[in-house]
């Protein structure tokens, strides 16, 4: 394994979550999807600027990697971010389905400047109704019906 | 609590699934943003028309009520989904901490048609490096230094 190559580019996602923090686009958080050797999307942090929580920088750089490449996959592409990635990216990144992931800052650095990670992945292990956002589920007669649609039609998952 | 009131939203989340299914968006899921009794953002899963693996319901619906309230957070906002969210969605629901979240479906009936949530969540658990996508960490000396900036500059989160 290649160590250096990977820190190099690591240290381009690191350059970028500074850029990004800079021109107060959000946190200091950056990201590059690679693959074959090339950038297939990159970018940082974008909460602040987009008013969009969802905007991590892992977030922003797999929604452009996958654009290019016209898939909502990304098989044989390693990501680099700059720090260790939050549960939403997490989640991201499985269904975006990379070869390998690559970060430098750790959950611990992160929450050492107030981004703390560490709550949401201890309120994933609550019960739905405990959490401190409640999440509560409802019996709605009519929720099943598009799931037996999907079934029927698809014959199984398409992503 | 008014159940009724909250199954009508839902009812409407469910109505959204169908129909993103339906025009081959994405996956059987639907989701609405409600602030004081009125719809601020909604949509469906859009994975496969936007070939974007974060384009479920969840975050497609917070990402245009953040829009449409030209804000990065939902405080006062209910969240009603057709599925109990995936860990991606968890996510994106407590970065923009609504104040609650009712869903319809759950993980099991998901899983049942092909959606396997269950998998991340178990990935969560696991050390990460030992991840079926492998989670590596380097050292990489530049990285500390934009979270020094941040914490210089911020005095702390702003989001």
């Given at each position: 394994m290649d160590d250096e190559r990977h820190r190099g580019w690591l240290e381009r996602a690191i350059a970028l979550s500074g850029e990004g923090a800079g021109i107060g686009?959000?946190?200091p958080f950056g990201c590059v999807v690679v693959r074959d050797g090339v950038v297939v999307g990159e970018g940082y942090n974008r909460v602040l600027v987009d008013n969009d929580p969802t905007a991590h920088a892992e977030v922003v750089a797999i929604r452009r990697a996958c654009a290019a490449l016209g898939s909502n996959q990304l098989p044989g592409c390693v990501?680099?971010?700059?720090?260790?990635?939050?549960?939403?990216c997490l989640g991201a990144i499985y269904w975006a389905r990379p070869a390998a992931v690559y970060?430098?800052?750790t959950h611990q650095d992160a929450a050492a400047i107030g981004f703390d990670d560490a709550l949401?992945?201890?309120?994933?292990?609550?019960?739905p109704a405990d959490r401190s956002i409640p999440f509560v589920?409802?019996?709605?007669?009519?929720?099943?019906?598009?799931?037996a649609d999907w079934a029927a039609r698809s014959g199984g998952p398409r992503y």
């Open positions: 686009a959000g946190g990501v680099y971010t700059s720090c260790e990635p939050c549960p939403m970060y430098a800052n949401i992945y201890r309120e994933i292990e609550r019960e589920r409802l019996d709605v007669p009519s929720a099943g019906r598009p799931f």
